[in-house]
């Protein structure tokens, strides 16, 4: 009997230290902002090999409703929250930080092979998403006679995408006003594939997403009255990108901040947010948004800066007010 109890007790002796004690983080939210988090979760593991990070995808509203509902630690965002969430937040008992951690430019593309359009002007955008376009605008030569014949094939994210309520209400004046006839995901790639496939294709996502496949895809850039501009981290962060430059955010569930690993995570998340978003393509924050993120996070201010507030703001103004 005793021996049976030792070879017990050195098996359970034998087992990896971080197999008894591993602690999970939760995060779940944007695509977009998908590529930071994981860069950061990668990063923070390497030190901490017993907390283990999932990141999921499924949408900027996606992640917020588990993340109201208490599911996740954090959620990744893509614009901020909004009324809504914020009500089935409260319904949920959930108090947030909202902490910024980068910017990033909506990038339209089209096929490397479309040799007819270089810019496209708001307007002529809206054009085509707005929802009175829905079987009307069908082919390019109806927005400039001098472009093909030819359907316009139609890509862009679903409608838990904070990638369309951004786009939608930058271009047509309403989050989640848009045409329903295009082929939509909350997955980026699947967008990348559908625009790369199709010569009469155009779309939209991320900035980042395009850099990952720049071969693949044509940039259009935005004429928005003074010249057209390409997205690039000088005109997103200088803001002669305008209508489609845009923060990013985490959300992270106050009361998770109790786990030491979440705090560390966060603290960890804000310190290298500037490197690592970089890296993966999009914009730095200034320093001194930063500054107020971590302020903002080590006084434990909860809720939104924004309240109504999307596009065309000065998160650093919006920051300064709400300290």
């Known amino acids: ?24 983080i939760k995060i779940d939210g944007s695509s977009t902002v998908y590529p930071i988090t994981e ?21 900027t509203g996606g992640g917020f409703k588990k993340f109201c509902r208490g599911e996740t630690d954090i ?3 893509s614009r901020p929250i909004k009324a809504s969430e914020i009500a089935l937040c409260k319904e949920g008992a959930i108090e947030y930080i909202e902490i910024p951690v980068a ?10 092979e479309n040799d007819w359009v270089s810019d496209m002007t708001p307007a002529e955008l809206k054009a085509i998403w707005e929802p009175a376009a829905q079987g009307v605008i069908m082919r390019w030569n109806q927005i400039r006679p001098e472009w093909p014949n030819e359907e316009i094939a139609l890509f862009g994210p679903g409608t838990d995408s904070g990638t369309y309520d951004y786009f939608t209400e930058a271009i047509n004046g309403k989050a989640g006003a848009s045409r329903g006839d295009f082929t939509s995901s909350e997955d980026d790639n699947v967008l ?14 991320g900035l980042a997403y395009y850099e990952e496949n720049k071969e693949s895809l044509k940039l259009l850039g935005i004429d928005n009255g003074k010249g057209a501009v390409e997205p690039s981290a000088e005109t997103v962060n ?3 990108y305008a209508p489609l430059s845009r923060p990013l955010f985490i959300y992270v ?3 998770s901040l109790q786990k030491p690993e979440i705090k560390s995570f966060t603290e960890f998340y804000i310190d290298n947010s500037s490197d690592l978003s970089t890296e993966v393509g999009y914009v730095a924050l200034p320093n001194d ?35």
């Open 39 to 59: 860069a950061v979760a990668e990063e923070f593991q390497k030190s901490n090999e017993d907390i283990r990070v999932t990141v999921g995808i499924s949408g």
């Open 289 to 323: 948004v930063i500054l107020m993120a971590t302020e903002r996070f080590e006084g434990r201010k909860t809720g939104s800066v924004f309240k109504g507030a999307s596009v065309g703001v000065s998160i650093a103004e919006l920051m300064a007010k709400n300290k």
């Open 238 to 240: 200088n803001g002669t």
């Open 103 to 112: 910017y990033d430019g909506l990038a339209v593309i089209a096929n490397p």
């Open 192 to 205: 990348v594939h559908g625009v790369a496939g199709n010569k009469y294709a155009l779309g939209y996502f």
């Open 253 to 255: 569930n106050k009361a």
């Open 75 to 77: 959620s990744d965002a």
């Open 1 to 24: 009997m005793n021996k049976i109890f030792a070879a017990i007790v050195t098996i359970t002796l034998a087992l990896p230290t971080g197999a008894q004690a591993a602690s999970y």
